[in-house]
């Protein structure tokens, strides 16, 4: 059991059910919590963790519990909208638990503002603390209805929420006029490259793959185009329905706090595996990250297209069977 939760639970703290976690990460241990427990987890790979794990799991949910467990990410408006979420669902105890890199100390001081906390306690570089739900405290943190950014329609915690993203730029401008008729997008975010790719003369599919439910959401509404496909899916894993011609890809490089390129190498092994004998990869990545071994052993031809001091850009074709 995570060591906050469990230092709480022996302080006082009683939670009933129908009780909701959202956003559990890896780092989260509530293996002891009831199996009827729901979480709420967009981000597919955690979500699939706890399905494994025999809980009810769901992207997303609105339905009123009794009492909710706030997971603290470390995007502050997500956090926030987060809080305010359960509020809206909760009818007891709302606990947030967060780590101090979260930003949980600045959370706490500005909940303190609004509600009377108990607790917190602190354990294990973060604090845990709860508070009677409270609708009306925190109906200013709701997730605004639009959020966009550079037209485009974004929410609270994706990637690049605030607008679009200068390797994602740097990779579109690259691109040469024809991809193919039929393209897979990795890790497509709210689909600001896949805007950009239903652009190209000849295409006739479009797949975009995303693991964060809430982005891939936003992609649904920047992309309405019927070329283009929704796949909420780990990309590491995701095999196309059909031969993918081109792959174009800016890969994450971390869940967590750490770079972990391993992400990246596997999306670049899943392009490989997807692609046609003759496919071509087209991806972007920070300068500082390790791809190219991944690159040339997946790929018989690799080259460096372009760049800058922050962002390198890769063209690979005639993935190694
Ligand atoms: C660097 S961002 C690029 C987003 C978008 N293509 C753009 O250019 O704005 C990487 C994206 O990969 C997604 N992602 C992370 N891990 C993933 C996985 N295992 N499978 C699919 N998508 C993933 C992230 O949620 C994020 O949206």
């Known amino acids: 059991m995570s060591p906050r939760l469990d230092l709480a639970l022996q302080s006082g703290l009683s939670l009933s059910q129908p009780l909701t976690v959202l ?100 354990k294990a570089h973060g604090k845990i603390f709860w508070f009677q739900s409270d609708r009306q405290a925190f109906a200013d943190w709701a997730a605004p209805e639009h959020q966009t950014a550079d037209g485009f329609q974004t929410a609270p915690g994706v990637f690049s929420a605030d607008g679009i993203d200068p390797a994602s730029a740097l990779l579109l401008a690259a691109l040469p006029a024809k991809l193919g008729a039929c393209v897979a997008d990795l890790g497509a975010g709210w689909g600001y490259l896949s805007a950009g790719l239903l652009q190209t003369p000849g295409l006739k599919a479009l797949h975009l793959v995303e693991a964060d439910h809430t982005a891939l959401n936003c992609a649904q509404t920047n992309v309405a185009d019927p070329r283009a496909q929704f796949h909420w899916a780990d990309a590491v894993t995701w095999r196309a329905s059909e031969p993918i011609d081109t792959v174009v890809m800016n890969p994450p490089f971390h869940t967590g706090r750490s770079a972990e390129p391993e992400l990246g190498q596997g999306f670049i092994r899943s392009a490989a595996k997807n692609l046609t004998r003759n496919g071509s990869l087209w991806m972007v990545a920070n300068r500082h990250l390790p791809y190219e071994a991944a690159l040339t052993d997946a790929f018989s031809h690799v080259e460096e297209v372009t760049g800058d001091n922050r962002f390198k850009v890769f063209h690979a074709s005639r993935p190694r069977r």
């Open 23 to 122: 956003g559990p990460t890896l780092a989260s241990d509530l293996s002891a919590l009831p199996r009827e427990t729901q979480m709420v987890q967009p981000f597919k790979p955690f979500h699939d963790h706890f399905a494994n794990q025999g809980f009810a799991v769901v992207p997303e949910a609105d339905d009123p519990c009794q009492d909710a467990i706030v997971i603290l990410p470390r995007a502050k408006a997500l956090a926030r909208s987060m809080v305010h979420q359960a509020c809206a669902r909760a009818s007891g105890v709302v606990v947030v638990d967060g780590a101090k890199t979260d930003g949980v100390d600045s959370l706490l001081k500005d909940i303190r503002k609004r509600v009377a906390v108990e607790g917190p306690i602190s």
